[in-house]
C-alpha cells in the first residue's frame, strides 16, 4: 500500500507562488507515474501534471505550460509541484496521486494511491 502525502498549499495572491510537495512511503518503482490533480467545489477532478517516476518523460497541458513545473528527488521519495504566476482559477484542493502502470493517463480513474490533498487559494 502507497502512502501519500501532500503539504505546501496555502493562501496567495494572484500572480504569487507555491511549492506543493508530495512524500511517498517506501521506495516507488521506476515504472510508477506520478501526478497531481485538482479539483475545485462542484468540479470534476482535473488533471495538472505528470511525471514518470523514471523522469524520462512529462506531460503539461496547455493550461498549465510555463507556469508550474513537476520534478521528483528519488532519493526522497517525494514529487513537487513548483507553481508561478499563479490565478484565480487555479484555487482547488490539489491531489498527489499513483499510477502503477505505465505510461502517464490525464484521467483520474487511471490513478491506483491517493493522497489526501492541499488547499491551494488563489486570491485576487
Known amino acids: 500500500q502507497v502512502q501519500l502525502v501532500e503539504t505546501g498549499g496555502g493562501l496567495v495572491e494572484a500572480g504569487g507562488s507555491l511549492r506543493l510537495s508530495c512524500s511517498a512511503s517506501?521506495?516507488?518503482?521506476?515504472?510508477?507515474?506520478m501526478g497531481w490533480f485538482r479539483q475545485a467545489p462542484g468540479k470534476e477532478r482535473e488533471f495538472v501534471v505528470a511525471i514518470a517516476w523514471s523522469g524520462i518523460s512529462t506531460f503539461y497541458p496547455e493550461s498549465v505550460k510555463g507556469r508550474f513545473t513537476i520534478s521528483r528527488d528519488n532519493v526522497k521519495n517525494t514529487v513537487y509541484l513548483q507553481m508561478n504566476s499563479l490565478k484565480v482559477e487555479d484555487t482547488a484542493v490539489y491531489y498527489c496521486?499513483?499510477?502503477?502502470?505505465?505510461?502517464?493517463?490525464?484521467?483520474?480513474?487511471?490513478?491506483?494511491?491517493w493522497g489526501q490533498g492541499t488547499q491551494v487559494t488563489v486570491s485576487s
Open positions: 517506501g521506495r516507488i518503482e521506476s515504472r510508477y507515474v
Open positions: 496521486a499513483a499510477k502503477v502502470v505505465w505510461p502517464i493517463s490525464t484521467d483520474y480513474s487511471d490513478y491506483d494511491y
